[in-house]
């Protein structure tokens, strides 16, 4: 009965490789979203679907890729995967997008991804 | 461009003492909200501020968000070794409809 799942929690794979990282969420949620977190612990939005539509497109190289085959998924595609690459990235959805109120976000339990 | 700065980066504490973190945004914010990241974990949602100078409390922690609402603080009475973790403060990005995270501030408690 988990809110937000990620597949897999540890991904370990060569530069050049191509990945993709899943994700669900079983809340109803209309917005779902990408971030990235360093080593530093900074954590930085990368996509955000709402209702299967990308409006947030940060300036993230075109290697990534966010696909949404429905409300309830959103799967970030990665090519030719670089060091710089390595990082945690956690799926959130939030239940709608709100001009005036920004909605609550609920995060995944991530996915480690290392670059070798 | 926007930029939300939390200070102190690191903190250490004894069981016990207090901890306060202070987040500063370069823009008014319509909300604040705050996030705890346990070690290995992922950010979990706190609360939300929405007034000028609202203040919330949970149990031993008490949320303040700035009169000119570019500024918050968290404060933890008391801390104890369940408060380990990055907190951070987060707040809409100007013209978008996702939220900006701070920097964080990363807590460790010293039993």
């Known amino acids: 009965d988990t809110a937000v799942s990620q597949t897999p929690k540890y991904l370990v794979t060569q530069m050049g490789n191509d990945k993709s990282i899943k994700c669900e969420q079983n809340l109803g949620h209309d917005t779902m979203y990408w971030y990235k977190q360093d080593s530093k612990k900074f954590l930085k939005i990368m996509f955000s679907y709402n209702n299967k539509e990308l409006i947030i497109n940060e300036t993230v190289p075109n290697r990534f890729s966010p696909k949404s085959p429905d409300k309830a998924h959103l799967n970030l595609h990665i090519n030719s995967l670089e060091l710089g690459d390595s990082a945690v990235y956690f799926c959130?959805?939030?239940?709608?997008?709100?001009?005036?109120?920004?909605?609550?976000?609920?995060f995944g339990p991530g996915t480690r991804l290392t670059v070798l | 461009g926007q930029q939300v700065m939390q200070i102190p980066q690191y903190q250490h504490v004894q069981e016990g003492e207090d901890f306060t973190t202070y987040c500063n945004s370069s823009t008014t914010l319509s909300n604040i909200q705050w996030y705890k990241q346990r070690p290995g974990g992922h950010p979990v949602f706190l609360i939300q501020l929405v007034k000028s100078g609202e203040v919330k409390k949970q149990k031993r922690l008490t949320f303040q968000f700035g009169e000119a609402k570019k500024n918050s603080s968290l404060h933890i009475t008391a801390t104890q070794t369940t408060d380990v973790g990055t907190y951070f403060c987060a707040g809409p990005e100007t013209g978008a409809n996702n939220l900006f995270f701070g920097t964080g501030t990363r807590l460790t408690v010293i039993p």
């Open positions: 959130a959805s939030s239940p709608r997008l709100d001009w005036d109120l920004t909605d609550t976000q609920y």
